[in-house]
């Protein structure tokens, strides 16, 4: 046997027509290497899936990260993987500013011969930051004839350089009947804004909630990114002692609501504004949806059945949301544990806030209830 095979070997090494020139064995062996190419892509194609769906799994797409009003995309994961490190692209459609016509909604209708294309903001949710601002896109998007780019653009505060061409580019596709809207928070505050809008024109939509618990959430934003940062009693007052309030720190600023909305008073209408509390948006999310869907001229579609109080989240959460059919809470920079904060601060808070308040509920004619 053993020298069976060596005499073989000597043949194939002195054979003056080797074995490769054999056209049957050329054929065997191109199909050897087209087996080899095949496998190797499936093997590498089903790898990455594999890793994607894993991370799909373990890790639910986050909600877009959100700073002071600010949005960014999700980093791409890293996973260690035969003791390398590979970095993963999310391939979820959502976690990206602009959203994807790739949508199956989109692709249906593609099919069907129509093409969306993407508008100006109809309507613009302009603030208040740590208002429940991001609550109240996820659920009116919800709505079929709204469509909201995924992320804070910042166009009208940040970005108002790069023209209306740009702004256009970052809307959402949408079709014949369909609302275009965008949130940054930080519109309600930034002097220029109004102007700004004015030029463009759309309706707004404002969530407020007690300007108190707004500062503190925005405190408790800003302390978790930022280690060591001093106590919210030290920041919100003049020289640390609960006597004067620093309006000029602004989570305090933020909060006197009367003074923004004067200025946008200057370019629109009352008309042209929706005030949404942020409070009964947490209480009764359904009703402050419902007016939202009033004001914007839509049916009433997103009702009570879209919605679900989840007990460890503390807040109401969606059954299902716009790009999945499963339960969906707002992420964990939405809804955080706030610190406890001394109860003379806060008291001293009211006292400043209150005549503020007040003039801002005779602006809108709707009594908050703030403390
Ligand atoms: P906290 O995280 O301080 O509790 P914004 O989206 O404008 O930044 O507002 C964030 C705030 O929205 C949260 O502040 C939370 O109080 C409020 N909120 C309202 N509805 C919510 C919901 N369904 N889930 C999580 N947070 C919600």
Redesign the pocket.
Known sequence: MLKKVQWKKEEMLLSPNPWWTSTVNRTIICILIVCIVYFSYTFNTCLVSSINRALRRESPPPAPK?TDGTTSTTEAPEMRILGSIVRVVPLIPGSECNESESFPKYRFLQTQGIIPTRQLPDTLIIG????????LLEFVRLHPDVRAAGCEVHFFDRHYNKGLHWYRHHMPPTIEGQITMEKT?SYFITKEVPQRVHHMKSQHET?H?DPV?RA??DY??AASKKKGMKRFEELAFVNGSLGVVDTKWAPVKIGVYSKHLERWLQYFPLSQFLFVS?ER??ED?AAEIGRVQDFLGLKRVVTEKHFYFNAT?G???LLKSESSSSPH??GK????N?PVIEPNAIARLREFYRPFNVKFYQITGINFGWP
Do not use: D, M, N, Y
Not at 333 to 336: A, I, S
């Open positions: 959100e208040v930051k740590k208002s429940g601002t991001r609550a928070p969530p909630c618990t503190i959430s408790t934003q942020g948006l947490i999310p989240k807040f109401p959460c809470c707002l920079t939405k809804g955080r706030h």
